[in-house]
T-cell receptor, first 112, second 118 residues
Framework: SQQGEEDPQALSIQEGENATMNCSYKTSINNLQWYRQNSGRGLVHLILIRSNEREKHSGRLRVTLDTSKKSSSLLITASRAADTASYFCATVATSGTYKYIFGTGTRLKVLA | NAGVMQNPRHLVRRRGQEARLRCSPMKGHSHVYWYRQLPEEGLKFMVYLQKENIIDESGMPKERFSAEFPKEGPSILRIQQVVRGDSAAYFC????????????????FGSGTRLTVV
């Protein structure tokens, strides 16, 4: 299975601290995305990184990709209470039908 | 410019009944994907459809579940003879092209249908 796994499964930090989440996957990928899901809601796309990119920034988000280790990390800097959510990575394989396979998610709680 | 619309938002069915979940993709999107999410878990791929075609149904249970995306109208995920284990949130996503072919595109997700089987 290509499904990724995020770690940690749960993370609790104070407002203003940085939060780092990691994602590992199993097969060669075309691109990797990170999504956020607030409790009881749908998923919101955060950032996409291509397989030939190593790092990408978007506001307070920083994503890295290491294809040799088949892993990615999402860093949220200066976290806010509103960042409390579950975060998922999703990958598209280089072969087969093109669909995103989601990881198991990291549940982030930012304490005010 | 409405996003992906799913309805109903909440659906309660008794065991043995049928559940029909609808998904209207974003305007201009012809690729639809259905995912299931159990409480406190990630999203599990179910089926990928393009207009009038099932592209990949490798995640669909072999029995009771079916999906379609007709030329006109929304995509439908149908669950026949529901059981308690079918209780979950079902999410639909759409894209203008397969994400692997046009790698700038991600998915746009709907808000989901929460199915409760009693």
């Amino acid at each position: 299975s290509q499904q990724g796994e995020e770690d940690p499964q749960a993370l609790s930090i104070q407002e203003g601290e940085n939060a780092t989440m990691n994602c590992s996957y199993k097969t060669s990928i075309n691109n990797l995305q990170w999504y956020r899901q607030n409790s009881g809601r749908g998923l919101v796309h955060l950032i996409l990184i291509r397989s030939n990119e190593r790092e990408k920034h978007s506001g307070r988000l920083r994503v890295t990709l290491d294809t040799s280790k088949k892993s990615s990390s999402l860093l949220i800097t200066a976290s806010r209470a509103a960042d409390t959510a579950s975060y998922f990575c999703a990958t598209v394989a280089t072969s087969g039908t093109y669909k995103y396979i989601f990881g198991t998610g990291t549940r982030l709680k930012v304490l005010a | 410019n409405a996003g992906v619309m799913q309805n109903p938002r909440h659906l309660v069915r008794r065991r043995g009944q049928e559940a029909r979940l609808r998904c209207s993709p974003m305007k201009g999107h012809s690729h639809v994907y259905w995912y299931r999410q159990l409480p406190e878990e990630g999203l599990k791929f179910m089926v990928y459809l393009q207009k009038e075609n099932i592209i990949d149904e490798s995640g669909m249970p072999k029995e009771r579940f079916s999906a379609e995306f007709p030329k006109e109208g929304p995509s439908i995920l149908r669950i026949q003879q529901v059981v308690r284990g079918d209780s979950a949130a079902y999410f639909c996503a759409s894209s203008p092209s397969p994400p692997g072919q046009s790698i700038n595109y991600g998915y746009t997700f709907g808000s989901g249908t929460r199915l409760t089987v009693v």
